[in-house]
């Protein structure tokens, strides 16, 4: 299989497809986004933006850079990529985007995978996130997939134009996943389990919260659920760089209070558990 980027973009302003013309891609109304240096290009228009710099930040996208790259959640990307591999159509060319795709690592990981994988047909990739750090970095990583600076909310694509949808612990739209995906086409969200890095949670806060018992809840509107899968592994961390980069690429860094900061700080190795769920979707063949 041959990755390419993926090229169905749509202006964010309009919604009119986008043309890439030289260092630039433009829709018929003459709106325009220039193609960074690294490839990759800003389609979050400034009236979209609830703050100068959304997102994650330049420190916290190195941080999830630094850890990912060490292997840490290898596991959590081999159940990513054989899920989204079954499911492709077999031997035809296929799309799949990474919404909140922070520094590329899942994408990257499943290129790899898809590269492995028989055939001469292609997979168009696509990373979008809000944070122009993350989408940089991705660029820098790996410049076979397309990459924007975007939001969920609004996605600068053209409709039904994947087979795939990823929400990697990010911030599901499920009207636009349903917009954007071909009937069939599989969403799959990525969410913490109940034990995820629970012995790192027990450190930085008082209490933990109980854990609130798994609701049966119904499919989001225009999809079907598919069978899930959870994904459970121990993790040695080795060093207080290592804790400190695992605890800065989460929430649970501006959660914690400066006490729980502190002590996570003083350890030089933990064991954690890494907890986590597949919930696969697939988009309504029909109304």
Known sequence: MYIVP?????????GAPLQRSGSAWRCPS?????????????????????????????????ARRRFLNAGGYQPIAAAVARTVLRHLPPAADAACLDAGCGEGYYLRQLAGAAAAAAGDHTLALLGLDISKWAVLSAAKQFAQAGWVVGSNANLPVRPGAFDCVLCMF??????????????????????????????????????LKPERPAADAPPPAG??????????????????????????????????????????????SLAVTVDVRLAGFERARSA
Not at 6 to 14: E, I, K
């Open 6 to 14: 993926f090229q169905s973009l749509a202006c964010p302003l309009d």
């Open 30 to 62: 003459g709106h325009s986004f220039d193609v960074a240096r690294e490839g990759h290009t800003n389609l979050l228009p400034v009236q979209n933006k609830r703050s100068r710099d959304p997102g994650d930040s330049k420190e916290m996208v190195a």
């Open 170 to 207: 990010g911030f599901p739209v499920h009207p636009e996943f349903a917009r954007v995906l071909k009937p069939g086409g599989l969403l799959l969200q990525v969410d913490a389990g109940p034990d995820h890095l629970r012995e790192l949670r027990e450190i930085i806060y008082p209490a």
């Open 223 to 268: 999809f079907v659920r598919l069978d899930g899968e959870a994904v459970r592994s121990p993790l040695q961390l080795a060093g207080q760089a290592q804790i400190a980069d695992l605890l800065a690429m989460t929430p649970h860094l501006y959660r914690a209070t400066a006490e729980g900061r502190a002590r996570a700080a003083a350890l030089d």
